[in-house]
């Protein structure tokens, strides 16, 4: 194997940047830098990698790769799915079953259960005791036999959630399932903060209904042909926490009711500059189903003819056509309705939008859950986990497919994948488009309305033969910092930080060749998500991988330790947990790192400020509470003069919070 | 017990170290060295030759109903292909022409990923050529006709008007076209999970998936785009 290590000379020898260096200039010869001063690798390394399954040519850049471990025996060369934690363990779905790893020793997982279940995709949750499996393929058996289910009607059949007890991790025991009519592609946890009792499993099932001969009640008409039709809608599987049996199907929510055109920021630049040479050129433009549009001459022409023939003349003048400008956006508001009218009459089966979600990601904490649903990409206000209600909605003509979101912590911005293609497919070849198969970063305004900001995309052209597009991410808990690492299959992993919306940067990645130099063979990251400090890979082809971040000039060690203070004891990443840093002097130190990092203290101050902490750090009781408290009062004062009061601030508050402790 | 076995098998180790260093160089620089290994079949790893075999494997379990549904989906695909590059030639709008690239590189990359699918069982695949509108198909060098039967397929005459037809026109009948195009295709899969032991196979089963989550999400936005056309005259 050939490990290709791409390191900044500057950082792989610097001392680290908690240092204090007292000789050090007035001048900023800071190894912390603004992220618009990053320095990629060049040319990308990640570009012509060679082929290998286990021994392929890797590529990385500020991780440190821990571990890799080849699925066991009766999972090996079966799809490697997604990624759940419980205490030390991983949880990683494979079409044939799960596996529980221990990951206490990142570098050296072992294997603790193989699980040999068959169904695809096997997308796993946990909560507390309890472990939920997706089974969506024709495959799958009630029994979990590994022989399929060859009629295209059976009893033997499992579509949908099983549940398992995990309570002894070593031996989990297979308690219930819940059939569902198009079976569960993925799923999510929902724990409502306040019911200790239940929790809900959000099911998106997005491959053909089942038949009803073998599945009651499910039926793939239209909804107005069948108000019972399994398509347009979600499933709301709720599960008594005692008892976890008799789990079921509560509510099966169109949450796709009258969505029309969702507004769209739709125009590509290149449609922008038509519009504006068009406006130039004097065309009439006007907002028509929530969009600038260029409005034809022959919708124009008679309108013109109208105006000249109410002043009584024969042919439309220069005045004529002033008088249409000004009134034209109102006439034609009158004539197409201002295009999210909800009561407009109309052909039902056109007014219809998407009928399933592919990937639901529920934030409870701010009530919100991201959908992921065909055509769009919805905002879902779910303060009554059982009735998810729809507050917005966006569409974009550059997104094939909307797969899975991711919000930040904050709850102001929310990140959209587009799993163009499928994921089976290659999609990030030198000629694909950037904004096909990328993630699209919207911010959430107060009134729950999405705006669109900008695309990412992994930057490195991958081959023919490497199945690559956007896929599953979590964040990554950078204090006051919005990163997140994510799967893009054979292009590997990527983080990127997306604090600035409309700017991401990628700041670290790991990818390696494709598993198959002659053709394209399903491989790379399907899921990778950040737990308790390690960074957690589920390769489809090669097994499980475990990173650590290495710091960089984007990402010191301060940041990183401060991240590494979140510990969880269980992660569904599809249901995003709110970071809450604890005061602690790793958390200090990362916001003095951003200090520097946007520029806005002299190097003196600098200086000054971690001899302070440094010095509160080695003393102790009330001491140290002096210190601290001290240092507290200097930064306020100074905090309402800087460019970044608001961190000061913040700094401010995690030094009083450890005076305080 | 696993593990230990697999720690025999794959000492995590690094053959060579390639330390590619950016900017001033302060400190030494390694010298890259390139692993002189080249694995050869012979010395793959165990687990690795259970990796193919499992693959192999894993293509045996197929019916006739899968290959019947690859062989026509393919023909299928290729007549969107023909609808979709018409767009650019007969001035379509931009969102159509957008549209229309997409369809060609989505549905270029599932024709290959299902010829693919059919020589992976040796099972002959249909080989395309497209002439203008026509659409010559073999299989096993005999011509293939039977796609012309399969619901959503335009017949030459309908593609003769939309290759007729330019700017909004074109866009109208293009979305139309498709649409009914598209709604074919979704019901071939359907049709394909209707039978007995079909999509068992894991790539079958998405490739068929995903083609009709595709199209139904494409059918939902050519809808929208349609009502969006201006009225007619």
Known sequence: MLLAIVAFATYSCAPSSSTVDNSSSATYSSDIKPLEEIEKPSPDPRVGLEAGLFDAEEAIWNLNLLSQTPPPKDFVGVTNSDLAFKDNYAIQGNYNGFMVWDISDPAEPSLVVDFLCPASQSDVSVYGDLLFVSGEGLGGRLDCGTEGVNKAVSEERLRGIRIFDISDIKNPEYISNVQTCRGSHTHSVLDDPKDEENVYVYVSGSAPV??????????????????????YRIEVIKVPLDNPEQAAIVNSPRIFENLTEAPTHGLSPADQAKIEKAKEEGAFVADVFGRERIIPDRIIQPMLLNIAK???REAPTAADSTTLRNNLQDILTERYGSGNDDDEEGDETEERGPNQCHDITLYPEIGLAGGACEGYGLLLDISDPASPKRVDAVADSNFAYWHSATFNNEGDKVLFTDEWGGGGQPKCREDDPYEWGANAIFTIDDNKEMHFQSYFKMPAAQTEQENCVAHNGSLIPVPDRDIMVQSWYQGGISIFDWTDPKNPVEIAFHDRGPVDSTRMQMGGSWSVYWYNGAIVNSEIARGLDIFELEPSPYLTQNEIDAANTIKFDQLNAQGQPKYDWPATFALAKAYVDQLERGRSLSPERLIAIRESISEAEGASGSEQETLLSELADRIEGQAAASE?????KKLTSTLRDLASK | MFNSNIRVLFPFKIVAVLLLFIGTVSCK???STKSDETASSSNK????????????????DFTEADVKFMRGMIAHHAQALIMSRLAPENNAGAAVQRLAARIINAQKDEIASMQQWLRDRD????KIQIE????????????????????????????????????????RLFLKYMIEHHAGAVHMVDNLFGTDGAAQDEQA???????????????DRMQLMLDDLPESG
């Open chain 1, 210 to 231: 089942r038949p009803e001969e073998e599945l009651p009640g499910c039926s793939s008409a239209p909804p107005e042909d069948d108000p019972n039709s399994a398509l």
């Open chain 1, 310 to 312: 109410e002043n009584g």
């Open chain 1, 644 to 648: 970044q009061t608001a961190k000061m």
């Open chain 2, 29 to 31: 620089s390694t010298e």
């Open chain 2, 45 to 60: 790893s165990e687990l690795e030759e259970l990796y193919w075999e499992k693959v192999e494997q894993s293509r045996m």
């Open chain 2, 123 to 126: 099972q002959p695949a249909p």
């Open chain 2, 132 to 171: 203008g509108l026509d659409l010559y198909i073999e299989i096993d060098n005999e011509p293939f006709t039977s796609y012309k039967k399969m619901p959503g397929v335009l017949s030459q005459q309908k593609l003769e008007e939309l290759a007729k037809a330019k700017g909004t026109e074109f866009d």
């Open chain 2, 205 to 219: 089963f998405r490739l068929a998936s995903d083609i009709q989550v595709d199209q139904r999400t494409e059918i």
